[in-house]
């Protein structure tokens, strides 16, 4: 399998390569920072109002308490999963 790098890869890597790149005192705070701005990216939550039939919120909720899963959660599962292409929806 060929790799094939983007034109901002390849500059990078000649930056990386030059004698114009220069390390950054403190590493170690620099990824603490990044780390630490991505978990909160990751993490961020926003709320948000759907209706949706009383008889599905019966059914869901019952099947959540069969697995020990909130049916919050479930629903935001199932959204994770459909953005990010691991399931599909039949409309």
């Known amino acids: 399998m060929k790799d094939t790098l983007t034109k901002e890869e390849l500059e990078i890597i000649e930056y990386v ?3 114009d790149a220069k390390s950054i005192e403190s590493v170690s705070k620099e990824i603490l920072n990044y780390t630490t701005m991505a978990k909160q990216y990751v993490s ?3 709320a948000i109002s759907i209706r949706l039939p009383e ?3 019966y059914l869901l909720k019952q099947r959540a308490l069969a697995t020990g899963i909130s049916y919050q959660n479930i629903i935001q599962s ?3 999963q459909y953005t990010h292409k691991q399931i599909k929806a039949k409309l």
């Open 17 to 19: 390569e030059s004698d």
């Open 78 to 80: 199932l959204v994770h």
């Open 55 to 57: 008889s599905d919120i």
């Open 44 to 46: 961020k939550k926003k």
